[in-house]
């Protein structure tokens, strides 16, 4: 019989044999349940792209400049009578602003008046005598001498009545200047000088100035970088130019739209060297005088129209580690591709795509996390909102407004 310690060391290799046979075939029979499942599609959705009309446009900072602005100078020497215009206030073409003492240019056109009056009344008596010397010189009696001058005399008066006659002229252009007038319509500012200042010709300083308010400028620069684009788009026909005079909407600096829509003027033939700029003058109607000189508005202006344009949700443009930016697309095979992707400015909530997708490519929009090309997907509509006309227009209210 063997010993109690041998056989209790065999009993025990015996229970150990069974126990790891036992978790031998709990673990066959593990690896059978919890085996791989067969791969299965990602689920994504897409959105076709297709060719549209889009109207292209540029927003660019800028300030508000008066239609016609007028100094007020005197053009005669004398002193303020009365001030007839109240301060900040709109006037008229033609209003009366100031008066000047007319009393010593009354005087000086009566005066030239009367000269006048002496000159004319002396002109039927010299020139009687000039007619009647001219018919005795054919008779042969009063000599040539006397004739020439009776003829002389007629002609001095006749130029001094043109003398005399200019005078008043300049008598009366001067009794008219006493009353200083407004040369345009507009907004008059503050007056530098009160009833009782002594003024002089055409001086320096100016009495007031005047503001024509309606219609206003808006000036804006632009780089010529963006100008020579513009041009080489228009001339390659990668879009169509508007017009001559383009439309323009205008942005104030609450951000909110102005109600009335200008027109692009003219564009600057001169280059400011500092800033390497254009400006672009833009008009715009101002019947509530809501713009003001010098204000710093956002003028929205129309480049052309590309009526074959590709756009993209922005949602659909991923960005890899050099911030290039891509997109995935489905192919024919139902697996997913990656597309690197050349992009122009944003439009809403879209890109415009310069290269990289072709009409009829369905873009990834949902389902993107961590996809990887030539994964399996499963494809299906981007359920999304109608979007609006895609013509990069502002809206009638900013973000955040009704």
Wanted: aromatic share 4%; proline share 7%; with cysteine.
């Amino acid at each position: 019989m063997a010993p109690y310690g041998v056989m209790n060391n065999t009993a025990r290799f015996k229970l150990l044999s069974t126990l790891l046979l036992a978790v031998l075939l709990l673990g066959c029979n593990g690896d059978a349940d919890t085996a791989m499942p067969a791969p299965t599609s990602r689920q994504v959705s897409t959105i076709t792209i297709h060719r549209q009309k889009v109207t292209l446009t540029r927003e660019l900072s800028g300030r508000t400049t008066p239609f016609r602005i007028a100094e007020i100078r005197p053009r005669i020497s004398g002193l303020i009578q009365r001030r007839l215009f109240t301060e900040g206030s709109d006037v008229k073409e033609g209003e009366i602003l100031y008066l000047i003492d007319p009393a010593p240019f009354q005087a000086e056109y009566n005066n030239a008046l009367a000269g006048l009056k002496q000159a004319q009344a002396q002109l039927q008596s010299v020139g009687s005598k000039a007619e009647r010397y001219e018919k005795l010189l054919e008779a042969k009696t009063v000599s040539q001498q006397d004739y020439d001058d009776a003829a002389s005399a007629l002609n001095e008066l006749n130029a001094r009545i043109r003398s005399l006659q200019a005078s008043l002229e300049v008598a009366r252009i001067n009794l008219g200047y006493t009353k200083i007038t407004a040369p345009i319509p507009g907004r008059i500012g503050k007056s530098s000088v009160t009833d009782g200042a002594i003024v002089t010709a055409y001086q320096n300083t100016a009495l007031t100035s005047i503001q024509q308010l309606d219609p206003i400028y808006v000036d804006v620069p632009q780089s010529t970088t963006e100008l020579l684009r513009i041009r080489n788009g228009v001339g390659k026909g990668k879009f169509k130019s508007n017009s001559q005079h383009p439309a323009v909407q205008l942005i104030l600096e609450d951000d909110a739209l102005y109600p009335h829509e200008g027109r692009l003027q003219f564009s600057d033939v001169t280059v400011d060297q500092t800033t390497g700029t254009v400006t672009l003058r833009a008009i715009f109607p101002n019947p509530d005088k809501t713009l003001l000189p010098g204000m710093f508005v956002k003028a929205v202006l129309q480049e052309g129209v590309d009526e074959q344009a590709l756009l993209i949700p922005q949602q659909g443009v991923s960005r890899d580690h050099r911030g290039e930016p891509f997109a995935m697309v489905v192919d024919e095979g139902s697996k997913a591709q990656r597309r690197p992707l050349v992009l122009g400015r944003a439009i809403g909530d879209k890109w415009l795509v310069i290269s990289g997708l072709a009409p009829g490519d369905r873009v990834i929009v949902e389902g993107l996390q961590r996809l990887q090309p030539g994964t399996e997907v499963t494809a299906s509509p981007f359920d999304s909102p109608k979007d609006p006309p895609a013509d990069a227009q502002p809206r009638k209210s900013r973000p955040g407004e009704e």
